[in-house]
């Protein structure tokens, strides 16, 4: 058991216990944190327009406040981007998550102090029953592949960006440490760069962990894994990145100062080329113990 599992089975365990507790009776948990979110919340636009202050059970929230859309939200968000108080949680958001767009334009989902230190709590709480049912996952580092927390800024000065670059910035700091890949990595534009620069790190470290939102990039980082095989190879061997990938100096030296030459290394995957006539991941990473990712939902 190493210093991770340590620290996690000690903080994971007392709040499994905790959450386990809240389990046996989740009709009382469920009301006793419906009541605090109304309480904390009754002075806000969307509070007095659904009458928070007089909601007193589940069945009565479920009358006052039928079920929304986006569509419905979208105009207390809106105020909120241009700087209005107090619309939909009278906990300011910190930042907007936003989604892929893919369907239309992008919406905005508030993240407040509150909804951080939430997401926090859960993150340990999976990590914990993820390396008791895994508990080779930190045995090396994690590999996690995520967009910028931060890509803009809304009117009134709030940062936007994406959800994957906020729980990867947001992690519990015991396992930030094994991270295999800078944060500064994923905010590269160059989209080839930042992929190759991706794989080649990853590529000389020992992987044990995956985590990432989407499933397709994982079957993506596969395709760019094979398609970069060459140049991967060659810069392990070396212990470089290779000098056509665009990346600013101070990172390029800063990346380049933690390397060095594999030729071991570099010479057992080309070995694997040969017999399966391409670069798989099974073969770069051969203590993979994890892969996680969601499987449904969506980041609303």
Known sequence: ????????GVTGYRQAGHFDKNCRDPRGTQERLLRRILELNAGTEFGKDHNFRSIRTIEEYQ???PKNSYKD???YILRTTEGEINQLTMDPPSLFATTSGTTGTPKYIPITKSS???KSLA???WLYHAAQDHPKMFDGQILAVVSPEVEGYTQSGIPYGAESGHAYRNMPSVTQTVYAIPYEVFALEDYESKYYTLLRLAAGKDISMIGTCNPSTILLLARKLNEYKSRILKDIYVGGIDQDVNLPPELRQEL???LKPDPERSIRLEHSVGKEGKLLPRDVWPNLALIGCWKGGSVG
């Open 73 to 75: 939200l979208e105009p």
């Open 256 to 258: 380049e100062s933690h």
């Open 123 to 125: 993150m340990r709480l």
């Open 63 to 65: 009358r006052a406040v």
């Open 116 to 118: 951080r230190r939430d």
């Open 1 to 8: 058991m190493n210093f991770i599992q340590v620290v996690l």
